[in-house]
T-cell receptor
Framework: KQEVTQIPAALSVPEGENLVLNCSFTDSAIYNLQWFRQDPGKGLTSLLLIQSSQREQTSGRLNASLDKSSGRSTLYIAASQPGDSATYLC????????????FGKGTHLIIQP | NAGVTQTPKFRVLKTGQSMTLLCAQDMNHEYMYWYRQDPGMGLRLIHYSVGEGTTAKGEVPDGYNVSRLKKQNFLLGLESAAPSQTSVYFCAIVTTNTGELFFGEGSRLTVL
């Protein structure tokens, strides 16, 4: 059974810093990995999707990497802003979408002004 | 949210009551999912569907039933609500071309 772990569970950094969020998974046979953002009381917003054949994806100040062999992904946030404060979740698709994604429990990020 | 709409957004039930959550999509996606999100537990898959007329159990299906009579709609039912079903419920779809998952805005259910 796939298990997804996110470390740290919470992180607080001053505005302007670059930071890295970590995601690890136990079964390297994945179709893709997706990063989401969730604001308090809101739904999940898709940030980046990395297919199993890809090494990284970029969107604006966000860069996600994938190392399937080691079962790891990182989400790099450059020049952090208070508006980046949210919970970030990673999810792994091990079944081609047919049986859903397995989610980590998230990293709660606070960017201090 | 890729055109995924959940109703209702909020609901309070008494133990033993029944209700149905509706997830509607305005595209033609095959795969639809129901997740629940609880503090400290993360997101867990309840049931899913890979096409019209098909449903399957996820990680935590007990106490729930689902139906997908029309491709656009995926219904989640609670026949006899229990306090343990107090949660936030999310519907999601997967896009066929990229496999990207998109969520609805959630339905907050409280069972007293």
């Amino acid at each position: 059974k796939q298990e997804v772990t996110q470390i740290p569970a919470a992180l607080s950094v001053p505005e302007g810093e670059n930071l890295v969020l970590n995601c690890s998974f136990t079964d390297s046979a994945i179709y893709n990995l997706q990063w989401f953002r969730q604001d308090p009381g809101k739904g999940l917003t898709s940030l980046l999707l990395i297919q199993s054949s890809q090494r990284e994806q970029t969107s604006g100040r966000l860069n996600a990497s994938l190392d399937k062999s080691s079962g790891r992904s990182t989400l790099y946030i450059a020049a952090s802003q208070p508006g980046d404060s949210a919970t970030y979740l990673c999810a792994v698709d091990s079944g081609g979408g047919a049986d859903g994604l397995t989610f980590g429990k998230g990293t709660h990020l606070i960017i201090q002004p | 949210n890729a055109g995924v709409t959940q109703t209702p957004k909020f609901r309070v039930l008494k133990t033993g009551q029944s209700m149905t959550l509706l997830c509607a999509q305005d595209m033609n996606h095959e795969y639809m999912y129901w997740y629940r999100q609880d503090p400290g537990m993360g997101l867990r898959l309840i049931h899913y569907s890979v096409g019209e007329g098909t449903t399957a159990k996820g990680e935590v299906p007990d106490g729930y039933n689902v139906s997908r009579l029309k491709k656009q709609n995926f219904l989640l039912g609670l026949e006899s609500a229990a306090p343990s079903q107090t949660s936030v419920y999310f519907c999601a779809i997967v896009t066929t071309n990229t496999g990207e998952l998109f969520f609805g805005e959630g339905s907050r259910l409280t069972v007293l």
